[in-house]
């Protein structure tokens, strides 16, 4: 992209997990991007040297046609900035569109919940604009996520905080499993490095088989289930124990965290 684009907070996690891979495939002009971070320096993009950095992001908003914000919600209160006229992308997690429109002045703002998998070019990012986002706009979008996973405009922005809990929390929660089975590999005996190796393969060929096999997750679980056999009393232990309930009040808790955000922010006194 010829455009000009600043990224404040882009030294973080997410940032860098997105901009690695549009730098890698050419999506971004190194030459035409600036970062900022409070120290004034930021580390993970030593292979593009051309890249500006700065602790200063009214420097960086009025040398880019396109902001993207990637500060955790609570420093968001610090950000005092003029975007008029630029097109604002917001990763962050439960702050709305229109907050941001009127904290910025710019009235096209697209809000976006990518997830830290981008690194591996695995991310998945769904989107919402603004009224005033033009076509271009989210052409723009749509190229800078796509180089990093899939992506996809969607029309309710209230679903983002959802989706801030279902993609937004990337490998955590199938690692949580991931932990929970090489524990108890560990636990009958396994050695760690053998448990560990086994867990993460298993992981690499369920998830290349939940996510490019023709059968859907639930086929899959029936499948083993219908077989009757030695996974089918795996499985109906842990659906007993309460598994997908536990997974549904998971999602509901970091949902509901997601919101309280945006309550937070825009609380007189918050
Ligand atoms: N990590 C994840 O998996 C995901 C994160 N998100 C969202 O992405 C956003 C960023 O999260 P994440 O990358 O994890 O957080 P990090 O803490 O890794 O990165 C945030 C960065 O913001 C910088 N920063 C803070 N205040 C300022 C400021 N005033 N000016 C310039 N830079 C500033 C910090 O650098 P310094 O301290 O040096 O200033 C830091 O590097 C959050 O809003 C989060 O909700 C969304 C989906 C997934
Ligand atoms: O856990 C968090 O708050 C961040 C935002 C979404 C995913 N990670």
New binding site residues.
């Given amino acids: 992209m010829s455009l000009r684009i600043g990224v404040?907070?882009?030294?973080?996690?997410?940032?860098?997990?997105l901009l690695r891979p549009a730098l890698a495939k050419g999506i971004i002009d190194p030459a035409a991007l600036i970062l900022?971070?409070?120290?004034g320096?930021?580390s993970g993009f030593e292979a593009w040297p051309a890249i500006a950095v700065t602790?200063d992001?009214q420097t960086l908003a009025d040398g880019s046609d396109v902001v993207i914000?990637?500060?955790?919600?609570g420093?968001?209160d610090?950000?005092t900035l003029d975007l008029r006229g630029k097109l604002i992308i917001?990763?962050?997690?439960?702050?709305p569109a229109a907050d941001l429109a009127t904290r910025y002045s710019s009235d096209r703002v697209i809000r976006s919940?990518?997830?830290?998998c981008a690194e591996w070019q695995q991310g998945f990012t769904p989107w919402f604009a603004t009224e005033a986002v033009t076509g271009s706009d989210r052409d723009i979008a749509t190229r800078f996520f796509a180089a990093s996973g899939k992506t996809i405009e969607i029309p309710r922005e209230e679903d983002l905080d959802y989706f801030?809990a279902l993609t937004?929390?990337?490998a955590?929660m199938p690692a949580l499993m991931a932990d929970a089975m090489i524990g108890d590999a560990i636990a009958r005996g396994i050695a760690p490095e053998i448990a560990e190796m086994a867990v993460r393969q298993l992981m690499l060929g369920a998830g290349t088989t939940i996510a490019l096999g023709a059968a859907k997750p639930g086929a899959i679980v029936r499948e083993f289930y219908d077989y009757g056999g030695t996974t089918a009393a795996g499985l109906k232990a842990m659906m007993d124990g309460g598994l997908p309930q536990a997974v549904v009040d998971g999602l509901k808790a970091a949902t509901d965290r997601a919101r309280a955000?945006a309550i937070r922010q825009s609380a007189p006194d918050a």
């Fill in positions: 404040i907070g882009g030294g973080g996690w997410l940032a860098g997990a900022s971070s409070r120290k320096a930021v602790s992001n914000l990637s500060v955790r919600p420093d968001l610090q950000l917001s990763v962050m997690a439960g702050i919940m990518p997830n830290a801030t937004g929390s990337g955590s955000y």
